[in-house]
T-cell receptor
């Protein structure tokens, strides 16, 4: 069955520190991969997506993610976190005509 | 501006009443979705529609109903059969399904007492 796992429920980092949010998926073929961000009480905004090609994908707000087929992972990274990055982050996976599957989310807290 | 609108932002109902949540998009997308979000559980798919006059159940369709009479509209009715209706509801749309990016509305927080 298709599944998406975000192992970290909550992460706290200091402002200016680097960030990595983990995402693992279980899919039969090469999926389409997404990272979304959600501020409290708001909808989701797309940060970046991977369909094919270069496995390192650049997104908005200085985020990037790397697709590693051998590890079934699509981790999100940012070199230097800003206080405004505090939010909930969702990894999602889609495949063909199937509906998209979302992970449970990782809540990011940024310490001053 | 193109986008998805959901109304109202907050909705309060008494137990036993049906309530309909609105979702409209002007992106000319074929596919539309309804998700329920509860703390710590991420997004769970309630219903989705790939085309007008057609829709499919998602993972948690019991107690919900939808219609898709127009391309731009996909209202969700939370019926009295839904045992725990209090939640944050998100509507989304995409050009197609599966591999296409989904665009989200701002959500409706429903509280049933």
């Amino acid at each position: 069955a298709q599944s998406v796992t975000q192992p970290d429920i909550h992460i706290t980092v200091s402002e200016g520190a680097s960030l990595e949010l983990r995402c693992n998926y279980s899919y039969g073929a090469t999926p389409y991969l997404f990272w979304y961000v959600q501020s409290p009480g708001q909808g989701l905004q797309l940060l970046l997506k991977y369909f094919s090609g270069d496995t390192l994908v650049q997104g908005i707000k200085g985020f990037e993610a790397e697709f590693k087929r051998s590890q079934s992972s699509f981790n999100l990274r940012k070199p230097s976190v800003h206080w405004s990055d505090a939010a909930e982050y969702f990894c999602a996976v889609g495949e063909g005509n199937n509906d998209m599957r979302f992970g449970a989310g990782t809540r990011l807290t940024v310490k001053p | 501006d193109g986008g998805i609108t959901q109304s109202p932002k907050y909705l309060f109902r008494k137990e036993g009443q049906n309530v309909t949540l609105s979702c409209e998009q002007n992106l000319n997308h074929d596919a539309m979705y309804w998700y329920r979000q509860d703390p710590g559980q991420g997004l769970r798919l309630i219903y989705y529609s790939q085309i007008v006059n057609d829709f499919q159940k998602g993972d948690i369709a019991e107690g919900y109903s939808v219609s898709r009479e127009k391309k731009e509209s996909f209202p969700l009715t939370v019926t009295s059969a839904q045992k725990n209706p209090t939640a944050f509801y998100l509507c989304a749309s995409s050009i197609g399904t599966g591999g296409d990016e989904q665009y989200f509305g701002p959500g409706t927080r429903l509280t049933v007492t």
